[in-house]
C-alpha cells in the first residue's frame, strides 16, 4: 500500500515546520491579537485616567497616580524587551534586567501602597487596580506583537 503523499512531500513540510518553531523564521502574530492588544491597552489607559479626572482627588494626588501609571507602562515594556533579548541571544546586563524588574514591582507597590491609602471606595479601588493590570498585561502584548511584526518583517524582506 502507498502512503497518500511522497516522502518527499513529507520531508519537505517536516523541514518546513521545524524552521517555523525553532527561530529562525518567526510567526507573525495574527491582525486579531495585534487589534485585541491596542485595544486593551487603550481601553486601560482610557479607563483608568478618565477614573483620575471623575475622582474627588486633590490635584498631586491625580498626578501621582498618573505617574504610576506612565511608570509602570515604562517598566513592564522594558522587562518584555530584556526577557526578550535574553531568549534570542541578545546581551542585556544584569544591572539592566534588574532595574527593568525592580521598576516594575515597585510601580506596583506604590500604586498598592496609594489605594490602601487613599480615602476612596473599596469599589473606585479596585477599578483603578484593575484598569491598572489590564493597561499593563495589554502593554507587555502590544511590545511583544511589535517586536514579532519586525522580526517576521526582517526575516521575509
Known amino acids: 500500500m502507498e502512503p497518500l503523499k511522497s516522502n518527499e512531500s513529507n520531508n519537505n513540510s517536516e523541514s518546513k515546520n521545524v524552521r517555523l518553531n525553532n527561530g529562525n523564521s ?14 486593551t491597552l487603550l481601553i486601560g489607559m482610557t479607563s483608568y485616567c478618565i477614573g483620575l479626572y471623575n475622582s474627588d482627588m486633590a490635584y498631586n494626588e491625580k498626578g501621582y497616580y498618573f505617574t504610576i501609571l506612565l511608570f509602570g507602562l515604562f517598566s513592564v515594556i ?16 544584569d544591572l539592566y534586567y534588574s532595574i527593568s524588574w525592580f521598576s516594575t514591582i515597585a510601580s506596583i507597590v506604590l500604586l498598592i501602597i496609594g489605594l490602601w491609602n487613599a480615602d476612596l471606595l ?14 499593563l498585561f495589554s502593554a507587555l502584548a502590544v511590545q511583544k506583537n511589535t517586536r514579532d511584526l519586525k522580526q517576521f518583517e526582517s526575516a521575509n524582506i
Open 26 to 39: 518567526p510567526l507573525k502574530p495574527s491582525a486579531a491579537f495585534v487589534g485585541a492588544s491596542w485595544m
Open 78 to 93: 522594558s522587562v518584555q524587551k530584556s526577557v526578550r533579548d535574553r531568549l534570542e541571544g541578545i546581551p542585556v546586563t
Open 122 to 135: 473599596l469599589s473606585e479601588k479596585g477599578f483603578f487596580g484593575m484598569s491598572f493590570v489590564l493597561g
